[in-house]
């Protein structure tokens, strides 16, 4: 059948904030909802037959929301009231960090080239590192560790559209939207992926 994880704190420990030349800005450079596009990629990864994942993130809302319905039901139904069936648990559970992000400001070489932008046009490479450790429930031993690094190289094409290169694949993809424009955010998701992967 399918593993059962759990994920727990996936956090960001760059300290990294915003790159900003025109004033003092304290907006952190990496995204701190990490753990979102962990459990996301852990969904998807096996076409989403690989991982069942249980929610741990807000367990205190789960919880509450549970014994609701338990009172709920002892109010409305009293002694005939059908018991909540047992929560799922995890035979392992996932953790980890970005440990590291690095953004360089870049002309012409091959990353020009395969973005398909002039030589003199200016880029960013974003460089993120992850590290995921898969956690045994039962004997709190650290099984499996993966240290994944990523580099993006990201270039405006109009607007909010951008273009990006996984540097390591030679993969151009393009994206439009603000959402899912921040360079970072993307390279920040292709590491976990692949660390999931992995």
Same mark, same amino acid.
């Given at each position: 059948?399918?593993? $059962?994880?759990?994920?727990?704190?996936? =956090?960001?420990?760059?300290?990294?904030?915003?790159?900003?030349?025109?004033? /003092?800005?304290?907006?952190?450079? =990496?995204?701190?909802?990490?753990?979102?596009?962990?459990?996301?990629?852990?969904?998807?990864?096996?076409? %989403?037959?690989?991982? #069942? $994942?249980?929610?741990?993130?807000?367990?205190?809302?789960?919880?509450?929301? #549970?014994?609701?319905? #338990?009172?709920?039901?002892?109010?409305?139904? /009293?002694?005939?009231?059908?018991?909540?069936?047992? *929560?799922?648990?995890?035979?392992?559970?996932? &953790?980890?960090?970005?440990?590291?992000?690095?953004?360089?400001?870049?002309?012409? %070489? *091959?990353?020009?080239?395969?973005?398909?932008?002039?030589?003199?046009?200016?880029?960013?490479?974003?460089?993120? &590192?992850?590290?995921?450790?898969?956690?045994?429930? &039962?004997?709190?031993?650290?099984?499996?560790?993966?240290?994944?690094?990523?580099?993006?190289?990201?270039?405006?094409?109009? %607007?909010?559209?951008?273009?990006?290169?996984?540097?390591?694949?030679?993969?151009?993809?393009?994206? =439009?939207?603000?959402?899912?424009?921040?360079? =970072? %955010?993307?390279?920040? #998701?292709?590491?976990?992926?692949?660390?999931? $992967?992995?």
């Amino acid at each position: 059948g399918m593993i $059962v994880l759990a994920v727990y704190q996936f =956090v960001d420990l760059t300290g990294q904030q915003k790159p900003n030349t025109a004033f /003092g800005e304290i907006s952190k450079a =990496v995204t701190q909802g990490s753990s979102n596009l962990l459990i996301k990629a852990l969904k998807d990864v096996g076409g %989403g037959k690989w991982f #069942r $994942v249980v929610e741990r993130e807000s367990l205190q809302s789960l919880l509450q929301e #549970r014994k609701l319905i #338990r009172t709920t039901r002892q109010i409305t139904q /009293g002694d005939k009231a059908k018991p909540l069936g047992p *929560m799922l648990y995890a035979g392992a559970y996932l &953790t980890g960090a970005i440990t590291g992000y690095d953004s360089n400001i870049l002309t012409g %070489g *091959m990353g020009a080239r395969y973005l398909g932008i002039g030589a003199s046009t200016e880029y960013r490479l974003d460089v993120v &590192t992850v590290v995921l450790k898969l956690i045994n429930v &039962t004997s709190g031993e650290v099984e499996l560790t993966a240290i994944v690094e990523k580099s993006i190289a990201s270039a405006g094409i109009r %607007g909010d559209v951008f273009r990006y290169l996984d540097t390591a694949t030679k993969l151009l993809e393009a994206e =439009v939207g603000a959402a899912t424009n921040e360079p =970072v %955010g993307y390279a920040v #998701r292709k590491a976990i992926e692949k660390g999931v $992967v992995e």
